[in-house]
């Protein structure tokens, strides 16, 4: 297979042995990971603020694409998914409005420069709210905060982009996490998205991914999650679509809103 083939090549950082992830197609909606890496080398830049495990990327490309489809992913950071799709023989093209690297093109991930129906698969890890600090762009999403309107209008614009750009039945996923800061609502961003693009994408499935982030590693987190009496995000959520024109998405027949006010 072409990605082991490129597995052999990754010497540049070698990661010893016992750290190395083992690739294996997931079966369950509740995937880990090892290591953000796989195999001795590396996709994507580990040190990058909010890069996506590269073992989640292989995962949906094992599923969801062949060799020689063109992948896109709008919110490209570090490149992971690039790197991905070169392990595994698949054309990828990354976008990002704050490019880290040469070959990740600068575009705002509401208007890609693609034809419409070009992608076979479109993955993207957008910004959750404004946990992380990006590049600062005025066009960056993660300035946007999920308890305000602007986040949810842009990401619709993405989402709809994505539809556009995605070829009829082929797959969409997104990474999301949800967004909790001390004295503010909880923000589902995960389930809000969703809904968002069931309103175009048919939903396959929603896969829990836990995380494995340095910061989880702290014991004062810890300490201050059980004495201010609330919870660390343990999981991100991978969203799972599929693109079929000329057919209803599935709404979910729910009863009317019987509140008495
Ligand atoms: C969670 S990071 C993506 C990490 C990436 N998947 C990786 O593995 O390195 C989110 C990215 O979205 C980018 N971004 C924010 N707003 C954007 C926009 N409007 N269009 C395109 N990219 C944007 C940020 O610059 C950041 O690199």
Redesign the pocket.
């Known amino acids: 297979m072409l990605y082991s083939a490129r597995l052999e090549e990754h010497t540049r950082k070698p990661t010893p042995r016992w750290k190395r992830a083992q690739l294996e197609v997931q079966t369950t909606t509740l995937w880990d990971y090892p290591s953000q890496h796989y195999g001795g080398g590396a996709q994507?830049?580990k040190d990058?603020?909010?890069?996506?495990p590269a073992y989640v990327i292989w995962n949906l490309l094992e599923r969801y694409t062949r060799e020689n489809d063109v992948v896109v992913?709008?919110?490209?950071?570090?490149?992971?998914?690039l790197d991905v799709c070169q392990d595994m023989g698949r054309k990828g093209i990354g976008?990002?409005?704050?490019p880290?690297r040469e070959d990740v093109q600068q575009?705002?991930?509401?208007k890609l420069p693609l034809e419409n129906d070009s992608a076979d698969f479109v993955f993207m890890?957008?910004?959750y709210s404004t946990h992380?600090e990006?590049?600062g762009?005025p066009?960056?999403?993660?300035e946007l905060d999920s308890r305000e309107p602007a986040y949810y209008e842009?990401m619709d614009r993405?989402i709809t982009e994505a539809f556009r750009v995605l070829k009829d039945r082929r797959y969409f996923a997104f990474y999301v996490s949800d967004s909790f800061k001390r004295g503010k609502p909880f923000s589902p961003i995960g389930f809000d998205l969703m809904q968002l693009a069931r309103r175009r994408f048919h939903l396959v499935d929603i896969v829990s991914v836990t995380r494995n982030n340095r910061t989880l590693k702290r014991r004062n987190w810890h300490d201050a999650a059980v004495d201010g009496n609330y919870f660390l995000r343990g999981f991100n959520y991978l969203m799972i679509f599929k693109k079929e024109l000329g057919k209803q998405p599935f709404v979910s027949p729910l009863p009317p809103d019987s509140r008495l006010h």
């Open positions: 994507g830049d990058y603020k909010g890069v996506t992913d709008p919110f490209c950071g570090s490149g992971t998914t976008f990002d409005i704050a880290y575009a705002d991930a509401r890890d957008p910004p992380l990006y590049s762009h066009q960056c999403i993660g842009a993405v």
